[in-house]
Nanobody, 127 residues
């Protein structure tokens, strides 16, 4: 089990950048596949990026490919989501999540595959 704390959200102009961070507690963070999800009002929560436990494989939602980058620093127990070229369709509450131990799903993880969640951080994009 890991506990997750999201941060880094805020208000940014369209075309701008934000970096979200997710700090994890627990000694086993480095063994978990990690993901970032987002949920906009009235929409289902969707996975935008996944990174495997070692950091060697990453997967992205088509609409964010080339703009978002997920990374992890296992020494700091932190996973990041660098978001560039933000668009008006990107605003949502963004959540980090921990999936399976030693997980390498070969795809975006699904909601029900995640056992631990951050509290969420709001991203707002002004046009």
């Amino acid at each position: 089990q890991v506990q997750l704390v999201d941060s880094g959200g805020g208000l940014v102009q369209a075309g701008g950048s934000l970096r979200l961070s997710c700090a994890a507690s627990g000694r086993t963070f480095s063994t978990y596949a990690m993901a970032w999800f987002r949920q906009a009002p009235g929409k289902e929560r969707e996975c935008v990026a996944t990174i495997n436990w070692s950091g060697g494989s990453t997967y992205y939602l088509d609409s964010v490919k080339g703009r978002f980058a997920i990374s992890r620093d296992n020494a700091k127990n932190t996973v990041y989501l660098q978001m560039n070229s933000l668009k008006p369709e990107d605003p949502a509450v963004y959540y980090c999540a921990a999936a399976g131990r030693y997980g390498d799903y070969g795809r975006l993880v699904r909601y029900y595959e995640c056992n631990n969640w951050g509290q969420g951080t709001q991203v707002t994009v002004s046009s």
